[in-house]
């Protein structure tokens, strides 16, 4: 079993930036493929970016490329995610989920049912 405890969460003016943590509890962390996903309210959660387990291959949504960065360091058990230039849409709660598979080191896919370990979430507030 894997915990995910995600932090750094809050409330920003647009344009701002926040930076979100993910602490994993597990000495096996760089066996895991990471991703972060997002809730808005009345929305599905949806799927925000990803890192393979050496941190060498990211993956992307559009609506953040340039703006929010994900990064991971292994010997501390954690996941980044550097967001800037945040908008008001970007409110939501932050999710951080875990990857397993053997093989080949690739950024997990965007289908949250492929993860398989989830954080409780880090609420952002984006205020206009």
């Known amino acids: 079993q894997v915990q995910l405890v995600e932090s750094g969460g809050g409330l920003v003016q647009a344009g701002g930036s926040l930076r979100l943590s993910c602490a994993a509890s597990t000495l096996t962390f760089s066996t895991y493929g990471m991703g972060w996903f997002r809730q808005a309210p009345g929305k599905e959660r949806e799927f925000v970016v990803s890192i393979n387990r050496s941190g060498r291959s990211t993956r992307y949504r559009d609506f953040v490329k340039g703006r929010f960065t994900i990064s991971r360091d292994n010997s501390k058990n954690t996941v980044y995610l550097q967001m800037n230039n945040l908008k008001p849409e970007d409110t939501a709660g932050y999710y951080c989920?875990?990857?397993?598979?053997?093989?080949?080191?690739?950024?997990?896919?965007?289908?949250?049912?492929?993860?398989?370990?989830w954080g409780q979430g880090t609420q952002v507030t984006v205020s206009s």
């Open positions: 989920a875990a990857f397993f598979r053997s093989g080949s080191d690739y950024a997990p896919p965007p289908r949250e049912e492929e993860y398989d370990y």
